[in-house]
């Protein structure tokens, strides 16, 4: 206004339709802010009966023998204070005695008030003319451009393309519409909110987001994309909203259909993709090791969609399921190992998902074929697990199900390590005046460097301790590993000669095809 502008236009204010009303989705600070400015320059500086009422008129709506109710609502505990100032000319006195409050205000109203004051504060010092112009500045030339589009979906995406939400995840989004979406009375709101926060505080915010991605696949039956997972998520609890049955047997409260989703989905998978994959280093049955292992695989870029049937088998109760879990674990072994086709994998894992939820008798027929067992055992044999960063995924994988197996055969407890390492006997790199050097040749070095049978896990710290060492200075670092494979490398071979790495070679394959009956 002082540089002589003859219109300002405010950013853009997103709604939504909701029956007869609108909901913002963004724009709520510019609104407030705007409704505090006008109540504070009617409640200051402006006088006579025609400008408050002229105000007024632009705050609240009714009267003529009908309700008057603002303009521009906000959430319950919010609109309290709210609707006082704006409906009630002269609201300083009330403002003033919240602040001189003891008990500390809730952060979006400690907000409304102090601004509301400041704002008072500023306009009556000002010099009347200014304020006269200021007030017709705002009527005449403020403009707001205001957006509705047909869908949130559409109205989300609106903001994301403003360069708003960059920072809001998935999760996020999920639960602003199962809350406030899926739940009317504001108490409930407040109440899911905080189990919400407590869940994610329990499980990790992580694994609550990854376990409701799972899910929203799950139900789909569709892979959700990156770029779609927001919309996926919201299409998920669409369709559980949309067959929403109220089944509550507490009479204390009735359960509304973004409680009841909280309760029966959110909470339950999320616990049960925790629980299916950290173990606090207890002694693992064989359905643990199988979780664990389909958890394991499911960070490989080719058999990461396995973990949809493996936590839809958590959610139904299928934890002790034998012929299920030994089902998945084999169709996690096969997908890490022999590079199945994204399309291939997603509809084998949709037909595990029905079969889990229909109770049939098809998983025998979702098992491996006997061409399939063939390509693993092929795969386990010739590949170089150790030469890339997801072979060294997979193979790690499968060595830690097989030294759990052996250690559970002991009663002994899994190996909980922040991190494990894939260790070459036979370093990758030896120096030129290593004994490696003499015991190899080149041709067996390229052979037998990044085969499983050269291959062991080992903790990262023994791991850049252990180096380039030979074999005899190498071997008694092997021999403190808790891993049994690792461990019993140091019992049984006192050199480490071509001969001695296919004798384990062999041996690791005969005890995967055991670990995988294949």
Not at 76 to 91: A, H, Q, T, Y
Not at 97 to 124: D, Q, R
Not at 134 to 149: G, R
């Amino acid at each position: 206004m002082e540089r002589g502008q003859t219109g300002y236009e405010l950013p853009q204010i997103i709604l939504t339709r909701e029956g007869n009303t609108h909901q913002v989705v963004d724009g709520q600070q510019r609104l407030v802010t705007l409704c505090l400015l006008y109540a504070a320059l009617r409640d200051t500086v402006l006088n006579g009966k025609d400008s408050i009422t002229e105000v007024q008129q632009r705050l609240v709506i009714g009267g003529y023998n009908k309700p008057e109710v603002n303009r521009f609502l906000l959430r319950k505990s919010e609109n309290e204070v709210f609707d006082r100032i704006l409906s009630e000319p002269g609201s300083q006195d009330y403002v003033q005695s919240l602040l001189k409050k003891k008990t500390k205000l809730p952060a979006p109203i400690s907000s409304m008030v102090t601004n509301y004051s400041k704002l008072c504060s500023l306009l009556k010092d000002r010099d009347r003319d200014l304020i006269d112009n200021l007030y017709a500045f705002l009527n005449d030339h403020v403009y707001l451009i205001i957006t509705i589009p047909e869908s949130t979906r559409i109205a989300r995406r609106l903001c994301m393309s403003q360069g708003k939400g960059k920072n809001t995840e998935p999760i996020d989004e999920l639960k602003g519409m199962v809350i406030f979406g899926g739940i009317e009375e504001e108490d409930m709101q407040n109440k899911c909110l905080e189990q919400w926060h407590q869940l994610e505080e329990s499980v990790g915010r992580p694994i609550l987001n990854d376990a409701c991605l799972l899910m929203a696949q799950a139900e789909l039956k569709e892979r959700v994309k990156r770029d779609e997972e927001t919309d996926k998520l919201e299409d998920f609890w669409k369709r559980y909203s949309k067959n929403f049955n109220n089944q509550s047997q507490d009479n204390e409260e009735v359960m509304q259909p973004g409680m009841q989703f909280f309760r029966e989905v959110v909470e339950p998978g999320a616990k049960a993709l925790r629980d299916g994959t950290i173990y606090q280093g207890q002694i693992l049955g064989s359905a643990d090791q199988s979780l664990r292992f389909i958890h394991d695989a499911a960070t490989i870029s080719t058999a990461k969609e396995i973990e949809i049937a493996g936590l839809h088998a958590l959610r139904y109760g299928k934890r002790y399921d034998k012929a299920l879990l030994h089902t998945l674990e084999r169709n996690a072994l096969l997908f890490a190992t022999t590079g199945v086709k994204l399309r291939e994998r997603c509809d084998r894992v949709f037909k595990l998902v029905d079969a889990i939820e229909h109770g049939t008798n098809e998983i025998s027929r979702l098992d491996l074929t006997p061409e399939e067992v063939d390509l693993i055992v092929t795969s386990l044999d010739e590949t170089l697990w150790g030469a890339t960063g997801p072979k060294k995924k997979s193979v790690k994988a499968i060595l830690q199900l097989m030294n759990a197996k052996i250690l559970a055969e002991k009663s002994q407890a899994a190996v909980q390590a922040p991190k494990i390492d894939i260790e070459h006997i036979l370093p990758q790199k030896p120096h030129s005046n290593s004994t490696w050097k003499v015991d190899w040749t080149t041709e067996e070095l390229a052979d037998w460097t990044h085969r499983l049978g050269n291959l062991c896990l080992l903790n990262p710290t023994r791991n850049s301790a252990v180096g380039n060492y030979n074999f005899v200075k190498k071997s008694p670092l092997l021999g403190d590993m808790p891993y049994p494979l690792t461990s019993q490398i140091a019992i049984n071979f006192k050199t480490w000669t071509p001969a001695d790495v296919e004798r384990q070679h062999d041996h690791l394959l005969s005890l995967a095809k055991r670990t995988f009956s294949l």
